[in-house]
Structures are given as structure tokens and as C-alpha cells.
């Protein structure tokens, strides 16, 4: 199964390496495709207040390094269309934030880097209108079959995170992996899932005591990966840090995902 995991955002060089050398279990696992997943800008947080990250040039030199010591498979966002050719010299996924996933300049530039481009199913979104986001890839691509093999032969996946339930709430409604599986490779984004979003002053909060069981069910009803934020101590995490999963615990729920 794809498995993505890492720091919500890259805090620094020593913090990012720590956490990468604890996942490397995940990379050891024959039965895991791992991607380790961390942000050098968190372009859309509540308040300025709020840690963004390195920025482009420092956070791209943290990952080229993490990816030349450890040997992962490298997944980031991008925010703007600009951005893609650079990102995609050293990341092998780019990612494509919830909020932007109708961005056409956005996805179409990532569509001609050749990465792996995932897209995240907004939160305001109806699931069966994901495909029109994947479409915009595929087309730029060539393609105009609309199928889960065509999407994922061309490298193009849809992650579900929650759809937005009245005010600083997100519901996971189950029936949106089985719709957008149709025509996509899924990934269940289970830390955003569990997101309280402005639900903290200032800031987002979470519940991360639902992450394992909305894990479990995503993977009765079926997907072909995972994403967790991932940190060795998520109560010092400079964002999302409320609705992160502590390394040790990522461990066990791996396990009994498999």
C-alpha cells in the first residue's frame, strides 16, 4: 500500500532528520510503497502569527538532503503554478493542498512535470467532482480515459480529508473513497480527517483519538494508501500538532492496517 508520512512542516533540518530516521521502518516494509511527506511553506494557515515554514529554497535544499541520506521517495505541496518545475527537481510526488484543487494553472503546470501529482479533495467539494480536477492533469497529459488504472498508470491520485461540517468540523463521509476509487487511486488522509479547523483561537485543533478507527474503517471499505502527519512528539509540533500522530503510535496502527 502507498504509505505517506512525515512533519506537517519542515521546522528545521535536526527536527525533520529525527523524524525521518524514526520512519524508517517504513521503508524497510516490502508491503509498504512509502513516501516521506513534509511542507516548506504552509501557505494557508488561519493566522500570520502561525509558523509557515522555511520557504521554497531552504525547504527544497532539507528535502534534496533527506532524500540523498535516507533514500525516500519525497512528497510536497505546491501553492502556485510557478513553483511545479522548480519542486519537481527534488520531489518525486507534488501535491496539489485542498484548498487549490480547482486551480487549473496550478494543476496543469504540475501535470507537465511528469511527477506523481496528488490532489486533495477540498473540503467544500463533492467527491464526484474530483474527477474534473483529475481530468484537468490527465488531459494536459493526453489522456481523456477517466478510469482508476488510466489514473494511476499516469501517475495522478486523489487524497480524501474530511468535508467541512458547519463551522471548525470535518466529517469523513466513507462513500466518497468508494465514488472517487472509480476513477482514481485513493489515498485517506486520516490526521486531516480528524482536523477542527480555526477551532483553536488562532489556530487549527484536532482529534487525533479518531485517526486509528477512521483508519480501520477507511480500510474495510477500501483505498490504496494512507497519510499521516508523523512526529516523534506532536505537542511541540510548530503546526498541526493536535491532530499529528505520535511515530510510536503510527507503528501499531500500521500494523494493523496490513
Known sequence: ????????VIESLDIVKKIANELQFLEDKKEIDFYFKAS???ANRTSLESFRGPGIDEGLKILQEIKNEFGYKILTDIHEANQAKI???VADVLQIPAFLCRQSDLLIEAAKTNKIVNIKKGQFMNPYDMKYSLLKVLKTKGVTELNHQTSKKHGVWLTERGSSFGYGNLVVDMRSLVIMREFAPVIF????SVQLPGASGGKSSGQREFIAPLSR????VGVDGFFYES????SIALSDGANMLKID??????????
Open 1 to 8: 500500500m502507498i504509505l505517506i508520512a512525515g512533519p506537517c
Open 87 to 89: 519542486v519537481a527537481e
Open 40 to 42: 516548506f511553506d504552509k
Open 231 to 234: 512526529h516523534f512528539d506532536p
Open 217 to 220: 474503517a477507511a480500510a474495510g
Open 249 to 258: 503510535e503510527l507503528k501499531n496502527l500500521v500494523e494493523e492496517l496490513l
Open 189 to 192: 488522509d486520516a490526521t486531516h
